[in-house]
């Protein structure tokens, strides 16, 4: 499964798109990127997956690049609600378990 | 109902003690997982169950004792613990394994004394 490499933090005011990237240079052609976040003391929660496609649903849009090297997560319109870790995950459609990363803690700031 | 349960939210034990940690889901799901996640890491993921049987230990200790008793139970059974064991321990379930979305209950909060 592919190492994931994002940055450490990232600050965003509230009502602006929040613009998180992932780099997973070492994706291979059949492992997807699934995103998930995790706020405070809650359990990791699902955003997002894709392949190769651009992908958008009603938490997020997803847009991986062409070489599929890197992805960035976009939350359109970031609430403080969206103030959480997020975590960029390589997953293998033959491999079963996910690896997690470092993530990236977002603060949305009022 | 996509929720998935564990109980208990929090549990302190003694090193000599046994205790078990429990997870539920009836989404109809046939993967089940536990992950720990100290705090400030991300989750490390412990034992995945596919089909009520046991697919992948990541080389766990056995102090850790997973259970899947039917489809929609996975217990933890824990035993002769460390203080280094304390952390957030998280269940998960999936359709199946493989390339599914993974769904996560709050975790059970574990201090060991």
């Known amino acids: 499964d592919a190492k994931t490499t994002q940055p450490t933090s990232m600050d965003c005011a509230e009502g602006r798109a929040a613009n998180l990237p992932c780099n997973h240079s070492?994706?291979?052609?059949?492992?997807?990127v699934y995103w998930y976040r995790q706020i405070h003391s809650q359990g990791p929660q699902y955003i997002i997956h894709?392949?190769?496609n651009n992908e958008t649903n009603e938490m997020a849009s997803l847009i991986i690049t062409e070489d599929r090297k890197s992805s960035t997560l976009i939350l359109p319109h970031a609430t403080l609600r969206d103030t959480a870790v997020y975590y960029c995950i390589g997953f293998s459609n033959t491999g079963n378990q996910f690896y997690f990363g470092t993530g990236t803690s977002l603060t949305v700031i009022p | 109902d996509t929720e998935v349960t564990q109980t208990p939210k929090h549990l302190v034990m003694g090193m000599t003690n046994k205790k078990s940690l429990k997870c539920e889901q009836h989404m109809g799901h046939r993967a089940m997982y536990w992950y720990k996640q100290k705090a400030k890491k991300p989750p490390e993921l412990m034992f995945v169950y596919s089909y009520e049987k046991l697919s992948i230990n990541e080389s766990v200790p056995s102090r850790f004792s997973p259970e899947c008793p039917n489809s929609s139970l996975l217990n933890l059974h824990l035993h002769a613990l460390q203080p280094e064991d304390s952390a957030l321990y998280l269940c998960?379930?999936?359709?199946?394994?493989?390339?599914?979305?993974?769904?996560f209950g709050p975790g059970t909060r574990l201090t060991v004394l």
């Open positions: 998960a379930s999936s359709q199946e394994s493989g390339v599914n979305e993974q769904f």
């Open positions: 894709g392949l190769k």
């Open positions: 070492t994706i291979s052609g059949n492992e997807y």
